[in-house]
């Protein structure tokens, strides 16, 4: 089936670095990818649409100059998180479109910011 | 926008016993994509089940079959003969056309299978 991989799976930086989350479809085409924040004990809440070849659509209240996200190719869309700061602390997932409507989740990528 | 609830933050069943996980979800479309997904401690999200909202017919995937209520609005989850394995953060989800598109999420629900 459909793979999506993501690296790294956890990272640990200093405040005021950045951080790159990268994410891949291994065997299929995502033209389309989602970026996900998930806070511990809650939900998947959507931060972003990874487009290939264009600009990101951000979700309300998701400061774009802080999550650049690049989709340079139709296998691999990337999330910088630039600055980082100890709340941006959390877990990230990726996800890509697959054939039948569902979508393939990436393995996430835990991000601590001390 | 689209919204969906699920109303048990946690819940518990014994190992072999059924178990029915809740979700009810506001839309305006008609024709729309709804799921149920897995979180284990892993925290790999694995995809359960799928239902089209057009076909009538409730989906099943061996041990797990929904409930679906078009008109109520409600996907419901049904565990039969629950193995420890099944224990994780259950994520009621909608996506609706065109293909492609994110999904909404619920807040989800904690199920510990018990020895």
């Known amino acids: 089936g459909a793979v999506v991989s993501q690296h790294p799976s956890w990272v640990i930086c200093k405040s005021g670095t950045s951080v790159k989350i990268e994410c891949r479809s291994l065997?299929?085409?995502?033209?389309?990818m989602f970026w996900y924040r998930q806070f511990p004990k809650q939900s998947l809440m959507l931060m972003a649409t990874?487009?290939?070849?264009?600009?990101?659509?951000?979700e309300q209240g998701v400061e774009k100059d802080k999550f650049l996200i690049n989709h340079a190719s139709l296998t691999l869309s990337t999330l910088t998180v630039t600055s980082a700061h100890p709340e941006d602390s959390s877990f990230y997932i990726c996800?890509?479109?697959?054939?039948?409507?569902?979508?393939?989740f990436g393995q996430g990528t835990r991000l601590t910011v001390v | 926008a689209q919204t969906v609830t699920q109303s048990q933050p946690e819940m518990s069943v014994q190992e072999a016993e059924t178990v029915t996980l809740s979700c009810t979800y506001d839309?305006?479309?008609?024709?729309?994509?709804l799921f149920w997904y897995k979180q284990p401690p892993s925290r790999q999200m694995i995809l359960v089940i799928r239902?089209?909202?057009?076909?009538?017919q409730n989906a099943t995937e061996n041990r797990f079959s929904v409930n679906f209520q078009k008109a109520a609005k409600s996907f419901s989850l049904k565990i039969s003969d629950s193995q420890l394995g099944d224990t994780a953060m259950y994520f009621c989800?909608?996506?609706?056309?065109?293909?492609?598109?994110?999904?909404?999420f619920g807040p989800g629900t904690r199920l510990s299978v018990l020895p």
């Open positions: 239902q089209e909202a057009y076909k009538q």
């Open positions: 990874s487009n290939e070849g264009s600009k990101a659509t951000y």
């Open positions: 996800s890509a479109p697959g054939p039948n409507t569902e979508a393939f």
């Open positions: 839309t305006s479309e008609n024709n729309y994509y």
């Open positions: 989800a909608f996506m609706k056309p065109p293909y492609g598109q994110n999904f909404v």
């Open positions: 065997d299929f085409q995502a033209t389309t």
